[in-house]
Structure formats: C-alpha cells, structure tokens
C-alpha cells in the first residue's frame, strides 16, 4: 500500500487551506487532519477517504485531492 505524499501537492494544501478559511473544515478537524497526515498513514493504489466530523478527505493512491462536504458522497475504500 503507498503512503501519502509528503508533502501533498501544492494545490490539495491551497484546497485545504482555502475549505478552512471558509469555514467548511473545523480548526479541530484541520488538527486531526495534521496529526493523520503526520502518522504516515497506508492508503489504497486506487481511491480512497478518510472521514473527519466536518468532512471527507479524498484521494486516490498517494494523493489526496479534495475534501468534500459531509453530506456529499465519497468513492473508493475508507481508510481508518
């Protein structure tokens, strides 16, 4: 199983950034976020997400490229 890039793409941290400061991801959420990425998680080749309270990050093999509203459906294997 790859690991998450380090550090991810410039894109997916401006994307992130920007959620935050819309208010979309909790400071708490963002917190846990870093602590995950940090852990060096293993996720899937194909796609995958990873639930938070205020969200789902979603990426597929070393990438992750969104985080998407809770309410909005995620594809691919959770990673936990």
């Known amino acids: 199983m790859p690991k998450i890039r380090k550090p991810p793409p410039r894109g997916v941290l401006d994307h992130l950034v920007q959620r935050f400061k819309e208010g979309r991801i909790s400071a708490n959420d963002f917190l846990e976020l870093k602590?995950?990425?940090?852990?060096?998680?293993?996720?899937?080749?194909?796609?995958?997400?990873?639930?938070?309270?205020?969200?789902?990050?979603?990426?597929?093999?070393?990438?992750?490229?969104?985080?998407?509203?809770?309410?909005?459906?995620?594809?691919?294997?959770?990673?936990?």
């Open 35 to 80: 602590h995950w990425l940090e852990s060096d998680p293993d996720v899937p080749d194909g796609k995958w997400f990873k639930r938070f309270r205020t969200g789902i990050l979603a990426g597929e093999g070393d990438r992750p490229s969104t985080f998407l509203a809770p309410n909005m459906i995620a594809t691919g294997e959770e990673v936990k």
